[in-house]
T-cell receptor, first 116, second 114 residues
């Protein structure tokens, strides 16, 4: 089944304890992206990757890192989490970085992170 | 920059009622417009889209028409069901800003009661 898989789905951690949220897709997509969802703000893009070894900042990159060493994986790293990073995180992928008639974003199920 | 504004929720309706969720946008050029739906505990799924003015997107009984003159893309359904309870997001893509593909509205929660 074609899908985007995120882990963990739920995590409670404490301020300053490094964590990684993994994202993997099995569709051979070139483009991958991370979003955070906060009430009333919709989804805001954190980082994206147009292809392997190519990453760039989105709208809210502060406090996050990413890497794209292989096509299928795009982990999100919080080196020193803070309470304002408590949020619902979504990974998404698509064939390419340009939306067209056939090219749509496929989202993972989300990872709910709480930083105490 | 681009922006999308949706009516705030929650919207609470009885089954078989008519649904409208308003969405207006600001964008450069000629964006494509989308409605995504998020069911409880799940990721976002594309519900429908329209890529040019006067296009109507439709799926699962939902419709939205791309109105360039009013910069709107309102979501409608003639008769909602309990299973339509979800959060609905309006979004746009300007087709220019590669990488930052979608600008989302804040989302509107729909609750349908039997």
């Amino acid at each position: 089944e074609a899908q985007v898989t995120q882990n963990p789905r739920y995590l409670i951690t404490v301020t300053g304890k490094k964590l990684t949220v993994t994202c993997s897709q099995n569709m051979n997509h070139e483009y991958m992206s991370w979003y955070r969802q906060d009430p009333g703000l919709g989804l805001r893009q954190i980082y994206y990757s147009m292809n392997v070894e190519v990453t760039d900042k989105g709208d809210v990159p502060e406090g996050y890192k990413v890497s794209r060493k292989e096509k299928r994986n795009f982990p999100l790293i919080l080196e020193s989490p803070s309470p304002n990073q408590t949020s619902l995180y979504f990974c998404a992928s698509s064939l390419s970085g340009q939306l067209s008639g056939a090219n749509v974003l496929t989202f993972g199920a989300g990872s709910r992170l709480t930083v105490l | 920059g681009n922006s999308v504004t949706q009516m705030e929720g929650p919207v609470t309706l009885s089954e078989e009622a008519f649904l409208t969720i308003n969405c207006t946008y600001t964008a450069t050029g000629y964006p494509s417009l989308f409605w995504y739906v998020q069911y409880p505990g799940e990721g976002l799924q594309l519900l429908l889209k329209a890529t040019k003015a006067d296009d109507k997107g439709s799926n699962k009984g939902f419709e939205a028409t791309y109105r360039k003159e009013t910069t709107s893309f309102h979501l409608e359904k003639g008769s909602v069901q309990v299973s339509d309870s979800a959060v609905y997001f309006c979004a746009l893509s300007d087709g220019v800003n590669a990488g930052n593909m979608l600008t989302f509205g804040g989302g509107t929660r729909l609750m349908v009661k039997p």
